[in-house]
């Protein structure tokens, strides 16, 4: 084991995903260091979200291997699993009628068991996750009646209740608008920061990626293209190579940005 993979709280070897017929990824073996966030990006097909699942043990492998804490993935008990690791998919389903305190105690059912009566140790893990998120004002609030980033707010606290310390997101910011989305972000950042917690996040918004992670890696065809501190891989070359598209590099505000070059 290499320097890169005993630091990784997770990483994938010789990863082969198959949907179908068709071989998504073919042999990818990737790290991610604990205690950093890394931003999946790249075209739409690409793989991003295929990993992503991968890694958080939604689809099984054809081949290859995902190891969490240095342990084969697949040598968990799936509650085990949700101790460890928490996954949110790209826009989760409501349940109706679910207060926000509801949802949140739900990340403890990896350790009571469904419909078991919470513990001590389990209160107070929702009320740290409610807190750290900013919800008091909000946990007796139904779900549908919540605007679209603090529902955002009430699942990631769900998955903060897990007490796992590495955490999944496939698309947290999808349908909200740029007040919310930089609220979803913020937040994500802050308590990775605070909790120490390796992120890993697919995201569309090249610019956000860059300003809310330690590392972009960029994908292709179910393989990785590029990896790197955003300052590498905001440049037109690198991202032009794997969007196929016209990039510009702008200064605003002394911040850095990357946009397509429009045609006239």
């Not at 994908?219 to 293209?225: N, P, S, V, Y």
Request: charged letters at 25%; aromatic letters at 4%.
């Amino acid at each position: 084991m290499n320097e890169v993979q005993a630091a990784a709280a997770l990483r994938a070897e010789n990863l082969s995903v198959r949907l179908g017929v068709r071989t998504v990824l073919d042999g990818l073996s990737v790290a991610f260091e604990a205690g950093r966030i890394t931003a999946l990006c790249g075209p739409n097909g690409c793989g991003k979200s295929t990993l992503l699942r991968s890694l958080g043990g939604l689809l099984k492998p054809a081949g290859g291997e995902v190891w969490l804490d240095g342990r084969p993935l697949g040598g968990f008990a799936p509650r085990e699993r949700a101790r460890r690791l928490a996954m949110l998919a790209q826009n989760p389903l409501v349940p109706e009628g679910m207060l926000v305190e509801e949802l949140v105690a739900t990340g403890r059912y990896c350790y009571t068991g469904i419909g078991a009566r919470p513990g001590p140790e389990d209160r107070a893990a929702i009320e740290r996750a409610i807190e750290r998120t900013q919800l008091q004002a909000l946990r007796k609030r139904d779900l549908v009646h919540l605007s679209g980033g603090e529902r955002q707010r009430a699942f990631i606290a769900m998955a903060l209740a897990q007490g796992g310390r590495v955490l999944l997101l496939d698309e947290p910011t999808t349908f909200l608008d740029i007040h919310h989305q930089v609220e979803v972000l913020t937040l994500i950042r802050d308590l990775a920061r605070e909790m120490s917690l390796t992120v890993v996040w697919v995201l569309h918004d090249l610019n956000q990626a860059a300003f809310f992670s330690d590392e972009i890696m960029l994908m292709k065809d179910g393989r990785i293209r590029a990896r790197g501190a955003p300052e590498t891989i905001m440049q037109p070359d690198v991202l032009e190579a794997v969007f196929e598209t016209p990039m510009r590099r702008l200064t605003v505000d002394g911040e850095a940005i990357c946009l397509p070059r429009m045609a006239p």
